[in-house]
Nanobody
Framework: VQLQASGGGLVQAGGSLRLSCAASGRTFSMYHMGWFRQAPGKEREFVAL????????DYEDSVRGRFTISRDNVKNTVDLQMNSLKPEDTAVYYC????????????????????WGPGTLVTVSS
């Protein structure tokens, strides 16, 4: 599967952005999907995930209640709605896909994810 994230940009603190990740291929619904981010000088970190059928979601503590992950298995997209943005949310955001067809567990670790798209930059000004 090939992934392409979009929707990044510059926003003031307290504002909102919606990131979208478009996936190619017919098996999108067989992947758990995640969003990660990497701030300058820091390691890539987990932000949110959604299971293959949208039945479960998980969020990193600092974004829970502000960010919402969703997916559309017809359009082959996964979105990240980001509200109440803070300067510390500034990072390059990446979407990633974890094959669910193997029946193995899923989670926050980067190691679960098989495919990554190029990132999209989110800058939150104070």
């Amino acid at each position: 599967v090939q992934l392409q994230a979009s929707g990044g940009g510059l926003v003031q603190a307290g504002g909102s952005l919606r990131l979208s990740c478009a996936a190619s291929g017919r098996t999108f619904s067989m992947y758990h999907m995640g969003w990660f981010r990497q701030a300058p000088g820091k390691e890539r970190e987990f932000v949110a995930l959604i299971t293959w059928n949208g039945g479960s979601t998980d969020y990193e503590d600092s974004v829970r209640g502000r960010f919402t992950i969703s997916r559309d298995n017809v359009k082959n997209t996964v979105d990240l709605q980001m509200n109440s943005l803070k300067p510390e949310d500034t990072a390059v955001y990446y979407c990633a896909a974890d094959w669910a067809g193997d029946g193995l567990s899923y989670g926050r670790s980067l190691n679960y994810y098989d495919y990554w798209g190029p990132g999209t930059l989110v800058t939150v000004s104070s």
